[in-house]
Nanobody, 118 residues
C-alpha cells in the first residue's frame, strides 16, 4: 500500500515536499511515479524514478522545478516541488509499477491535495 502526504495550500512561488510511504511490501525493485489530476482534467504523469534511482523523468511542465527522489531503506519516495504555480493545483498520487507508464502502474496510493494560490 502507498500513502501520500505533504499536500497543502501554498502561494505561488512557494515550495512543498510530498512523501509517499509504502507498506506491506518492499517497493525497492519497482519504478515509482507521481501523477496528478487537476480539476476537470485527466490524470497526468508528473515525475518518475526507476528502482536504482539512477534515472529520473519529468513532465515538461515541471522540469527544472520538481525533483523526485527515493529512499529504498525507508520504502519512501519524495517529490520536492519548487516555484509552485497555480496550474500545479491538483490531487497528487504516487504509484508503483514495473514501468513508468500510467498503464503499467500496479499500486496506487490515495492522493494528497496541493492548492497553489496566485
Amino acid at each position: 500500500q502507498l500513502q501520500a502526504c505533504g499536500g497543502g495550500l501554498v502561494q505561488a512561488g512557494d515550495s512543498l515536499r510530498l512523501s509517499c510511504a509504502a507498506s506491506g511490501r518492499t517497493f525497492s525493485s519497482y519504478a515509482m511515479g507521481w501523477f496528478r489530476r487537476a480539476p476537470g482534467k485527466e490524470r497526468e504523469f508528473v515525475a518518475g524514478i526507476i528502482s536504482s534511482s539512477s534515472s529520473t523523468y519529468y513532465a515538461d511542465s515541471v522540469k527544472g522545478r520538481f525533483i523526485i527522489s527515493r529512499d529504498n531503506a525507508k520504502n519512501t519516495v519524495y517529490l520536492q516541488m519548487n516555484s509552485l504555480k497555480p496550474e500545479d493545483t491538483a490531487v497528487y498520487h504516487c504509484a508503483a509499477g514495473r514501468r513508468l507508464t500510467e498503464a503499467d502502474m500496479t499500486y496506487w496510493g490515495k492522493g494528497t491535495l496541493v492548492t497553489v494560490s496566485s
